[in-house]
């Protein structure tokens, strides 16, 4: 046989017939548009029903559990974005102020220490109404501290635009913008 060199070119070996081996007849004859379908059975053991019984925070008249302090410094890091928005603009604003203003910057470094400082104690007065006003009065839980960090946010772009309100160079350039 001569050496091929072109795969598709090879021959197959005939086999003769067997006659043993004899191809099954269908179980059902076809029929035009049924398919056949198996008995259907459950995937899964459904669950036997229980009674819901209602448990409560424990004991009738019992305090609420506390939650551990990991629970409360997560919740105080919610929203922590805003706060940091706010204080990059007011730092960025304050560095341009400080910087424009000329001579020593220690002066305007303490006034932008105690600048954070009141932010704080904004921080903790906007915690403190949320306690009294929503726990309290309303009987609702906080789950984070959006509204005292966006309340601190505000409060520090107001200080960042009123340090650039103090420069010279940018409130001329506003003039000219705007005129």
């Not at 928005?85 to 305007?108: H, K, N, R, T, Y």
């Not at 009987?139 to 960090?149: L, T």
């Amino acid at each position: 046989m001569p050496e091929q060199t072109q795969p598709w070119a090879e021959r197959t070996v005939e086999v003769p017939p067997q006659p043993e081996a004899e191809i099954p007849p269908p179980r059902d004859p076809y029929r035009r548009g049924v398919a056949p379908v198996g008995a259907r059975t459950p995937r899964t053991e459904p669950f036997p029903v229980v009674e819901h019984e209602p448990t409560g925070t424990g004991w009738p008249g019992e305090p609420a559990p506390k939650r551990p302090l990991g629970w409360h410094v997560a919740q105080l890091k919610r929203g922590g974005e805003w706060s940091t928005a706010g204080a990059l603009f007011a730092f960025v604003c304050w560095g341009i102020w400080a910087i424009s203003g000329g001579g020593d910057l220690v002066g305007p470094f303490v006034i932008f220490v105690l600048s954070l400082l009141v932010a704080a104690g904004l921080f903790t007065l906007a915690r403190l109404l949320g306690r009294v006003v929503l726990e309290r009065q309303l009987g609702r839980v906080r789950r984070s501290a959006r509204g005292a960090h966006l309340v601190t946010a505000v409060f520090l772009a107001g200080l960042g635009i009123a340090y650039l309100r103090q420069t010279q160079w940018v409130m001329d350039a506003w003039n000219w913008l705007s005129t």
